[in-house]
């Protein structure tokens, strides 16, 4: 599920061209599939992704797509690549709502807001996958509960629970940090919270681009004590 188009282009456009129009447009390639997304202003929530599905000897199809968790600029970046492969490249498309019909775009947020919102998002989602695994384990069998009465070994589901336990913990650690980031990243105290020396291997990922300086901060932080981290947030 989600959102998809399909643009048809003539062959008279290379592919070469195509790809430079996709280039141009802030997109990524991954090996055979243009991808843009993960801006640092948080707009794009899925980001969208495009790929040469199909060919003949008239024409290259295209394939424009969103995932269903698109939100308002995921599908306006997908409108403004429609619009800039119709203009440039004389293509048609079909999309879900019709041939050459764009997506609706609403629902825009960005900045803190939208930080926020895609840090409860992806703890839903790991709480759904957390949810699978734990459904898919089955029970213990009578050999695995007469092991743990005799010898005291951990039957395979207390030993899953103890797992799972500890993955949920770093699960809302990673929540409040990436909640701590988004708003750090756009705070109007920023200059008075940033009073840290880094170290010099966090200097060289800064410069590197690897990691933002809000990332590098708040891994200095503790967010497992629910009173520390709530210190952290107020201040």
């Known amino acids: 599920m989600g959102y998809d188009a399909y643009v048809n282009i003539k062959k008279k456009y290379t592919k070469s061209a195509i790809e430079k129009i996709l280039i141009m447009m802030d997109y990524k390639k991954r090996e055979e599939v243009f991808y843009c997304g993960n801006d ?4 794009l929530f899925t980001g969208v992704y495009v790929w040469l599905c199909e060919e003949n000897e008239q024409e ?24 800039s492969l ?33 840090a409860v998002e992806r703890l839903f989602n790991n709480f759904s996958i957390l949810s699978m695994a734990l459904n898919r384990y089955p029970d213990d ?7 743990y009465e005799m ?48 170290s010099p291997y966090d200097l060289i990922d800064i410069s590197n681009g690897k990691k933002t300086v809000e990332e590098v901060f708040a891994s200095t932080l ?12 107020t201040i």
């Open 141 to 147: 069998i009578e050999g695995d509960k007469a092991m």
């Open 40 to 43: 640092d202003e948080y707009k």
């Open 151 to 198: 010898y005291g070994l951990p039957t395979p589901s207390a030993f899953n629970a103890n797992v799972y336990s500890t993955y949920l913990c770093s699960l809302i650690e990673e929540y409040f940090r990436s909640t701590y980031i988004a708003l750090l990243k756009f705070s109007s105290r920023k200059d008075k919270i940033l009073n840290v020396k880094f």
């Open 222 to 233: 503790s967010f497992q004590n629910i009173k520390k981290f709530v210190l952290i947030f």
């Open 86 to 118: 119709k203009l440039y490249c004389d293509a048609s498309f079909e999309s879900d709502y019709g041939r050459n019909r764009y997506f609706p775009e609403n629902n825009f947020i960005k900045y803190a807001e939208s930080g926020c919102y895609f």
């Open 60 to 83: 290259r199809i295209y394939r424009v797509r969103a995932p269903i968790f698109a939100m308002g600029y995921d599908l306006q970046k997908m409108n403004e690549t429609l619009r």
